[in-house]
Nanobody
Framework: QVQLVESGGGLVQPGGSLRLSCEAS????????MAWYRQAPGKQRELVAH???????TYANSVKGRFTISRDNAKRMMYLQMNSLKPEDTAIYYC????????WGQGTQVTVSS
């Protein structure tokens, strides 16, 4: 059974930075593309960025140039470095496999506010 555990969120001022981590159990980590999603209050969950199994990244236009996604297959970890944060980045952030969706974790709350 695959478990996904997100961490690293917090409260940060506009313009600040955070680094999110996703720890994945199970053996499928190396095989599939992984992604970060986010869900803001009253909105649908949206795809923020995804990364192929060999490390090719793709970003939503809203975060391009500010966020960097990476993964460590040996550690079964994925990361999201978020810079120049804006209030509209406030959301709960989740990780998952976009082509093989697993049970969602609890996510990690990111709040950008002065």
């Amino acid at each position: 059974q695959v478990q996904l555990v997100e961490s690293g969120g917090g409260l940060v001022q506009p313009g600040g930075s955070l680094r999110l981590s996703c720890e994945a159990s199970g053996t499928i980590f190396r095989i599939y593309t992984m992604a970060w999603y986010r869900q803001a209050p009253g909105k649908q969950r949206e795809l923020v960025a995804h990364i192929g199994r060999t490390g090719t990244p793709t970003y939503a236009n809203s975060v391009k140039g500010r966020f960097t996604i990476s993964r460590d297959n040996a550690k079964r970890m994925m990361y999201l470095q978020m810079n120049s944060l804006k209030p509209e980045d406030t959301a709960i952030y989740y990780c998952n496999y976009p082509n093989n969706i697993q049970d969602w974790g609890q996510g990690t709350q990111v709040t950008v506010s002065s």
